[in-house]
């Protein structure tokens, strides 16, 4: 039995109906919100397609996904590893990162996981630059180690799409008789400079009282002159002060008297 032209309508928009359920269920359209610290990489078919930018992004879900990255900057710590310097000494250096995906694409689909990548990158060049250096020389010029380190790992850390911000040595560990004699000699330099410090005051005291004494030689009267100055300068202080000797007698003068005679003679035994 043939459909009649009347119901032919009906069919038609069922048959469309059917159709677009199909459709939205084989589809399956979602959304996908990349926030203002993220970046999307699209995905469709299991290849990459580009990088989304912030906003609110739809794909379907049986033909691709949107996979997120976070853009923010973090630091990755690096803890203590035990290496051995250029003179055979085992020290402990510990290393703090400060690194920015700068492209998902690379950071993601070049390398299974940058931030391993990245440590062990770090990890190498730390152990590269202890190993060619004397343990003296690694305390002299702790902050040049991470600047070094900044030089030797910026570029590699680049090619996984992962800029290198900062590097630095977060701790470097020495053992602990090594601690002790880096002590006693920082003691002993210590000690010296004081008693250098002091030999150079007693000289300049010295060299001081050497030129008093030859002015006072040359200029008697500014020892004089000094002693009014202590004088006026000293309040309720006792001074005694030797006067110089006078020609003048303090007995009472006698009068002037006639020849005397002459005293007599002690009679002879």
Known sequence: MKPSRKSMPYLLTALIVILVIVAIAWWRPATTTVFEFERGLRYRRGRFIKVLGPGAH?????????????VRAFYLVVPGQELLSLDGIAIKVSLAANLQVVDP???VNTV???????YAVLQLGCRDLVSATKV????TSRPQL???LMEKGAAPIAEMGVKLISV????LMLPGDLKKIFAQE???????LAALERARGETAALRSLANAARLIQDNPALLQLRLLQTLGASSGNTVVVGAPEVGISLKAPTKARGPQPPPPAEPNA
């Open 105 to 107: 694409n690379l950071a």
């Open 112 to 118: 299974q996981d940058y931030r391993a990548a990245v």
């Open 58 to 70: 739809w794909m379907s879900r049986r033909s691709g996904r949107i996979s997120k990255v976070d």
């Open 186 to 192: 920082v003691q002993a330099r210590k000690e010296g």
């Open 146 to 148: 991470g600047t070094s």
């Open 136 to 139: 003296e020389d690694l305390l």
């Open 168 to 171: 630095d040595v977060r701790d």
